[in-house]
């Protein structure tokens, strides 16, 4: 058990539409990342926020954004859907210690876009 | 060129082998080294993290770094059915933590 849980588990979109997926972390993960996994590739990082903040981006456009809320929860949101989106996205909660500690992936919302 | 080189595989290996996966980078400011675990349907989970070059033991499961050679690999020994999955490197420079580089992920199939 990562203490990570997402919802939903599977959804299905048009293509031009808007989509929110949600994360609960367990108390103590004060940071969320979250991540992009396509068919048979590597998760691909989205961004990162810490205390409610983004704290880092990778290489995905603006219409990519999230929020982070104090009760360790968060929700990542894409508008405009395009074919390509379709997607595992999954979110990892943890606590930076020393530099490095684990970060705990959960099951992941599996994006469809038509 | 990708930073992290995984090979895909797919790698069959019979129970009771040695499983060895590895993955190559390009990046010499990545200095945290993770091996996670991917079943269908399931997000990863971690196996294995290390920071210096050298070897780390886990029971059945042994990541050795070589900052040197920009090379890491993770053996399992052992393997069993349950062992069949996707295995992922991951890597991440000093100042970047949760911000993780994955290689593709190698697909391991154990049969018994």
């Known amino acids: 058990e990562t203490g990570v849980t997402q919802s939903p588990t599977h959804l299905i979109k048009t293509r031009g539409q808007q989509v929110t997926l949600r994360c609960s972390s367990q108390?103590?993960?004060?940071?969320v990342s979250w991540y992009q996994q396509a068919l048979g590739q590597g998760p691909q990082f989205i961004f990162q926020?810490?205390?409610?903040?983004?704290?880092g981006r990778g290489n995905f456009p603006p219409r990519f954004s999230g929020l982070q809320f104090p009760n360790y929860s968060s929700e990542l949101n894409v508008n405009a859907l395009e074919l390509d989106d379709s997607a595992l996205y999954l979110c990892?909660?943890?606590?930076?210690?020393?530099?490095?500690?684990?970060?705990?992936f959960g099951n992941g919302t599996r994006l469809t876009v038509t | 060129q990708k930073e992290v080189e995984q090979d895909p595989g797919p790698l069959s290996v019979p129970e009771g082998a040695i499983v060895s996966l590895n993955c190559t980078y390009s990046?010499?400011?990545?200095?945290?080294f993770m091996w996670y675990r991917q079943y269908s349907r399931k997000g990863p989970e971690l196996l294995m993290y290390t920071y210096s070059s050298g070897n780390k033991e886990d029971g059945r499961f042994t990541a050795q770094v070589d900052k040197s050679s920009k090379y890491i690999s993770l053996f399992i020994r052992d393997s069993q059915p349950s062992d069949s999955a996707t295995y992922l490197c991951?890597?991440?420079?000093?100042?970047?933590?949760?911000?993780?580089?994955f290689g593709a992920g190698t697909q391991v199939v154990v049969t018994p």
């Open positions: 990892a909660g943890g606590t930076p210690q020393d530099g490095i500690s684990p970060l705990h």
């Open positions: 991951a890597m991440v420079p000093t100042d970047s933590w949760g911000k993780l580089q």
């Open positions: 926020y810490y205390r409610e903040e983004e704290n």
């Open positions: 108390s103590g993960h004060n940071t």
């Open positions: 990046n010499s400011a990545f200095q945290y």
